[in-house]
Protein backbone atom coordinates (compact mmCIF):
# COMPACT_ATOMS: atom_id res chain seq x y z
CA UNK A 1 0.00 0.00 0.00
CA UNK A 2 1.27 3.66 -0.76
CA UNK A 3 2.94 5.19 2.14
CA UNK A 4 3.24 9.14 3.14
CA UNK A 5 7.25 9.38 4.27
CA UNK A 6 8.38 11.81 6.59
CA UNK A 7 11.92 12.19 7.84
CA UNK A 8 13.89 12.41 10.60
CA UNK A 9 10.78 10.59 12.82
CA UNK A 10 12.38 11.90 16.07
CA UNK A 11 13.92 15.58 16.76
CA UNK A 12 15.58 17.28 19.81
CA UNK A 13 16.74 20.56 18.69
CA UNK A 14 17.94 23.37 20.92
CA UNK A 15 15.96 26.85 21.38
CA UNK A 16 17.05 29.15 18.34
CA UNK A 17 18.53 26.80 16.50
CA UNK A 18 16.94 25.77 13.00
CA UNK A 19 15.38 22.78 12.12
CA UNK A 20 13.65 20.86 8.99
CA UNK A 21 11.54 17.98 8.21
CA UNK A 22 10.70 16.20 5.04
CA UNK A 23 7.63 14.86 3.87
CA UNK A 24 6.87 12.40 0.26
CA UNK A 25 3.57 12.06 -0.44
CA UNK A 26 1.99 9.41 -2.09
CA UNK A 27 2.93 9.63 -5.92
CA UNK A 28 0.23 11.35 -8.00
CA UNK A 29 -0.56 13.23 -4.84
CA UNK A 30 -1.57 16.79 -5.95
CA UNK A 31 -2.81 18.00 -2.60
CA UNK A 32 -0.14 18.23 0.35
CA UNK A 33 -0.37 19.31 3.80
CA UNK A 34 1.41 20.12 7.23
CA UNK A 35 -0.30 19.62 10.49
CA UNK A 36 0.65 20.62 13.95
CA UNK A 37 -0.40 18.48 16.84
CA UNK A 38 -0.02 19.69 20.24
CA UNK A 39 -0.07 16.64 22.94
CA UNK A 40 -3.67 15.88 24.04
CA UNK A 41 -5.14 18.23 21.06
CA UNK A 42 -6.18 17.20 17.49
CA UNK A 43 -4.20 17.90 14.43
CA UNK A 44 -4.48 21.78 13.02
CA UNK A 45 -3.30 22.62 9.54
CA UNK A 46 0.08 25.05 8.96
CA UNK A 47 -0.01 24.97 5.00
CA UNK A 48 -1.90 23.21 1.85
CA UNK A 49 -0.49 22.77 -1.04
CA UNK A 50 -1.62 22.36 -4.38
CA UNK A 51 1.22 21.29 -6.29
CA UNK A 52 3.67 23.80 -5.82
CA UNK A 53 1.76 26.27 -4.89
CA UNK A 54 0.50 27.46 -1.41
CA UNK A 55 -3.24 27.13 -1.31
CA UNK A 56 -3.40 28.29 2.47
CA UNK A 57 -0.75 29.05 5.02
CA UNK A 58 -2.97 31.32 7.44
CA UNK A 59 -2.17 29.63 10.35
CA UNK A 60 1.39 29.14 9.50
CA UNK A 61 4.02 31.59 11.95
CA UNK A 62 5.22 33.33 8.79
CA UNK A 63 8.28 34.70 11.16
CA UNK A 64 9.79 31.44 11.80
CA UNK A 65 8.28 29.19 9.46
CA UNK A 66 8.67 28.36 6.38
CA UNK A 67 7.18 25.78 4.17
CA UNK A 68 7.86 24.74 0.15
CA UNK A 69 7.14 22.17 -2.49
CA UNK A 70 9.57 23.48 -5.34
CA UNK A 71 8.93 20.48 -8.36
CA UNK A 72 5.33 19.75 -6.69
CA UNK A 73 6.60 16.56 -5.19
CA UNK A 74 8.40 16.46 -1.86
CA UNK A 75 8.27 19.10 0.59
CA UNK A 76 9.99 20.96 3.34
CA UNK A 77 8.92 22.80 6.66
CA UNK A 78 11.36 24.58 8.32
CA UNK A 79 11.56 26.52 11.77
CA UNK A 80 13.84 29.19 12.11
CA UNK A 81 14.43 29.79 15.12
CA UNK A 82 12.74 26.97 17.48
CA UNK A 83 10.87 28.13 20.44
CA UNK A 84 10.05 25.70 23.20
CA UNK A 85 6.63 25.96 22.25
CA UNK A 86 7.20 24.55 18.63
CA UNK A 87 7.98 21.09 20.76
CA UNK A 88 4.64 19.23 19.06
CA UNK A 89 4.27 15.93 16.44
CA UNK A 90 4.51 17.33 13.05
CA UNK A 91 2.35 15.40 10.45
CA UNK A 92 2.13 15.57 6.45
CA UNK A 93 -0.53 14.10 4.58
CA UNK A 94 -1.90 13.81 1.13
CA UNK A 95 -5.01 13.66 -0.94
CA UNK A 96 -6.33 13.21 -3.92
CA UNK A 97 -9.63 13.03 -5.95
CA UNK A 98 -8.87 9.24 -6.99
CA UNK A 99 -9.11 8.76 -3.20
CA UNK A 100 -12.06 10.98 -2.75
CA UNK A 101 -9.40 13.51 -0.97
CA UNK A 102 -9.45 11.67 1.98
CA UNK A 103 -6.08 11.73 3.71
CA UNK A 104 -3.37 9.67 4.22
CA UNK A 105 -0.99 10.49 6.72
CA UNK A 106 2.76 9.71 7.45
CA UNK A 107 4.45 9.04 10.39
CA UNK A 108 4.98 12.10 11.63
CA UNK A 109 8.21 13.77 12.89
CA UNK A 110 8.19 14.37 16.89
CA UNK A 111 9.95 17.55 17.73
CA UNK A 112 11.49 18.55 20.98
CA UNK A 113 12.89 21.90 21.58
CA UNK A 114 14.98 22.43 24.93
CA UNK B 1 -15.02 27.52 10.80
CA UNK B 2 -16.18 23.92 11.46
CA UNK B 3 -16.20 23.22 15.06
CA UNK B 4 -15.61 19.21 15.96
CA UNK B 5 -16.27 17.73 19.48
CA UNK B 6 -16.07 14.66 20.36
CA UNK B 7 -17.20 12.66 23.07
CA UNK B 8 -16.60 11.17 25.60
CA UNK B 9 -12.28 12.31 25.81
CA UNK B 10 -11.63 8.43 27.35
CA UNK B 11 -13.30 5.40 27.31
CA UNK B 12 -12.34 2.06 29.56
CA UNK B 13 -14.20 -1.26 28.79
CA UNK B 14 -13.74 -4.90 29.05
CA UNK B 15 -12.14 -6.81 25.93
CA UNK B 16 -15.24 -8.43 23.75
CA UNK B 17 -17.44 -5.38 24.47
CA UNK B 18 -19.37 -3.48 21.66
CA UNK B 19 -18.86 0.54 21.80
CA UNK B 20 -19.37 3.50 19.90
CA UNK B 21 -17.53 6.48 20.06
CA UNK B 22 -19.26 9.91 19.22
CA UNK B 23 -18.09 13.05 17.21
CA UNK B 24 -20.46 16.20 16.23
CA UNK B 25 -19.76 19.33 13.95
CA UNK B 26 -21.47 22.16 13.80
CA UNK B 27 -21.54 23.10 10.43
CA UNK B 28 -23.69 20.48 8.57
CA UNK B 29 -22.33 21.37 4.53
CA UNK B 30 -19.47 18.60 4.92
CA UNK B 31 -17.92 17.12 1.70
CA UNK B 32 -16.05 13.92 3.72
CA UNK B 33 -15.77 13.03 6.86
CA UNK B 34 -12.92 10.61 8.13
CA UNK B 35 -12.32 8.60 11.04
CA UNK B 36 -8.28 8.07 12.35
CA UNK B 37 -6.94 5.60 15.15
CA UNK B 38 -3.64 7.01 16.50
CA UNK B 39 -0.86 4.63 18.62
CA UNK B 40 1.01 7.10 21.45
CA UNK B 41 4.03 9.08 19.46
CA UNK B 42 2.61 7.90 16.18
CA UNK B 43 0.71 9.23 12.85
CA UNK B 44 -2.49 8.82 12.44
CA UNK B 45 -4.10 6.11 10.57
CA UNK B 46 -7.23 6.40 8.64
CA UNK B 47 -10.24 3.95 9.68
CA UNK B 48 -12.85 5.34 7.41
CA UNK B 49 -14.04 7.70 4.99
CA UNK B 50 -17.18 8.59 4.40
CA UNK B 51 -18.76 10.99 2.05
CA UNK B 52 -21.08 13.42 1.91
CA UNK B 53 -23.93 11.81 -0.07
CA UNK B 54 -23.43 8.56 2.26
CA UNK B 55 -25.13 7.21 5.39
CA UNK B 56 -22.42 4.80 6.62
CA UNK B 57 -19.22 2.92 5.93
CA UNK B 58 -17.91 -0.45 7.24
CA UNK B 59 -14.57 -2.23 7.61
CA UNK B 60 -14.51 -5.47 9.49
CA UNK B 61 -15.38 -5.15 12.92
CA UNK B 62 -15.84 -1.25 12.60
CA UNK B 63 -18.84 0.69 11.05
CA UNK B 64 -18.71 5.06 11.04
CA UNK B 65 -22.17 6.14 10.30
CA UNK B 66 -23.30 9.95 9.14
CA UNK B 67 -25.90 12.12 9.92
CA UNK B 68 -24.82 15.52 8.64
CA UNK B 69 -28.54 16.95 9.20
CA UNK B 70 -28.28 16.30 12.90
CA UNK B 71 -24.23 17.47 12.43
CA UNK B 72 -23.05 13.80 14.09
CA UNK B 73 -20.97 10.69 13.31
CA UNK B 74 -20.66 7.84 15.19
CA UNK B 75 -17.99 4.79 15.03
CA UNK B 76 -19.37 1.93 16.11
CA UNK B 77 -16.23 -1.03 17.31
CA UNK B 78 -17.69 -4.62 17.41
CA UNK B 79 -16.04 -7.04 19.91
CA UNK B 80 -13.53 -4.95 21.30
CA UNK B 81 -10.18 -6.79 21.79
CA UNK B 82 -7.03 -5.25 23.67
CA UNK B 83 -4.99 -4.43 20.20
CA UNK B 84 -8.02 -1.88 19.75
CA UNK B 85 -6.79 0.57 22.47
CA UNK B 86 -5.79 4.11 20.93
CA UNK B 87 -7.22 7.51 20.56
CA UNK B 88 -9.66 7.96 17.79
CA UNK B 89 -9.86 10.90 16.04
CA UNK B 90 -12.68 12.33 13.76
CA UNK B 91 -12.23 14.91 10.89
CA UNK B 92 -14.64 17.01 8.81
CA UNK B 93 -13.79 18.11 5.90
CA UNK B 94 -16.12 20.94 4.33
CA UNK B 95 -15.49 21.67 0.76
CA UNK B 96 -12.36 18.35 0.07
CA UNK B 97 -9.71 20.31 1.01
CA UNK B 98 -8.78 20.80 4.82
CA UNK B 99 -9.97 18.72 7.32
CA UNK B 100 -11.37 20.02 11.16
CA UNK B 101 -9.92 17.28 13.65
CA UNK B 102 -11.51 17.02 17.05
CA UNK B 103 -9.24 16.23 20.07
CA UNK B 104 -10.50 12.60 20.39
CA UNK B 105 -11.50 9.34 22.40
CA UNK B 106 -8.50 7.62 24.54
CA UNK B 107 -9.89 3.97 24.02
CA UNK B 108 -8.96 1.30 26.50
CA UNK B 109 -9.21 -2.27 26.03
CA UNK B 110 -8.87 -4.26 29.41
CA UNK B 111 -7.91 -8.06 28.92
Known amino acids: EAEVAQSPRYKITEKSQAVAFWCDPISGHATLYWYRQILGQGPELLVQFQDESVVDDSQLPKDRFSAERLKGVDSTLKIQPAELGDSAMYLC????????????FGSGTRLTVV | KQEVTQIPAALSVPEGENLVLNCSFT??????LQWFRQDPGKGLTSLLLIQSSQREQTSGRLNASLDKSSGRSTLYIAASQPGDSATYLCAVSPTGNQFYFGTGTSLTVIP
Open chain 2, 27 to 32: DSAIYN
Open chain 1, 93 to 104: ASSDRRANYGYT
